[in-house]
């Protein structure tokens, strides 16, 4: 009987001694996580604004090797879509753990690019600043004055040649320009008679915004070919057209320049007036 006790307090010490054992041996098996913390990064490159949401691509390594993006780490970033320095969150996944931040750029678009227009290309004088307003785009991107951009003007009051420039700013650097010419008006065209043969006298309204006068006579009314005589001084309004063809029907127009250094700057021509000559 004392042999049986001793036998059964003995079994039952050993199986409990044996399951403690194992339970210690299977958890020491598990794979701890791998942190990212102090991991080796690159491709931080700064990126150049597109509009959309942007994002660094990263390699991320820890130990020598080159961890995958949504399997050993993801990645964050916030306010992404415009200019300016944004912060980049990486957190570890699946084997690895921990988080890091980077500081990532995002640079201005240069608006070298841009396709700039304004109205017309040229406009009569008036006497005071002509400052057509420009569109701006980038591809197909419309931008907005004064969020995109800024608008400055030069020689855009006398006859000659002005320029509108065009700056960027908030998301776009950088400037492009764009001219446009500023013309004498329009010449008024009084009269065109003739009262002698092969002769036509012409007058017209003096203009004072030009240096002198152009004259167009033609016998098409479309001025395929044309004869032309110049008048050197803005005081004059009269002149006369001479070894016109008898019984023909002549079609005359005028129009002012003004020469500004070595470039003469036409106006719009006036209406048409015709005579047949005696």
Not at 223 to 234: D, P, Q, R
């Amino acid at each position: 009987s004392g042999d049986t006790d001793s036998s059964g307090s003995g079994d039952s010490d050993s199986s409990g001694s044996d399951s403690s054992s194992s339970d210690s041996a299977s958890g020491s098996s598990k794979s701890a996580k791998t942190s990212i913390a102090k991991a080796k990064v690159t491709g931080l490159t700064a990126k150049t604004y597109t509009g959309k949401a942007l994002k660094p691509t990263l390699a991320v390594i820890v130990s020598g090797t080159r961890l995958k993006e949504n399997t050993d780490y993801i990645v964050k970033c916030s306010n992404n879509k415009k200019v300016g320095t944004h912060i980049v969150t990486v957190s570890g996944k699946g084997k690895y753990t921990g988080t890091f931040k980077k500081n990532f750029t995002i640079s201005a678009k240069s608006l070298s690019s841009a396709a700039v227009t304004i109205p017309n290309t040229s406009y009569a004088y008036t006497g005071k600043a002509i400052a057509p307003t420009p569109s701006v785009k980038v591809g197909s991107t419309a931008l907005v004055k004064g969020t995109d951009y800024t608008v400055s003007y030069s020689s855009n009051t006398d006859i000659g040649t002005a320029t509108v420039t065009v700056t960027g700013k908030g998301n776009y650097s950088g400037s492009v320009s764009k001219t446009y010419k500023i013309l004498p008006t329009a010449t008024t065209l009084s009269s065109v008679a003739s009262a002698k043969a092969n002769t036509a006298s012409v007058n017209w309204t003096k203009n004072t915004t030009g240096s002198g006068y152009q004259i167009l006579y033609s016998t098409s009314s479309s001025f395929t070919s044309y004869s032309v005589k110049t008048i050197g001084a803005s005081t004059q309004v009269s002149t006369s057209l001479t070894s016109l063809t008898s019984g023909k029907t002549y079609y005359v127009k005028i129009r002012a320049f003004k020469t500004v250094g070595s470039t003469k700057y036409y106006g719009a021509y006036s209406s048409v007036k015709t005579v047949k000559i005696k």
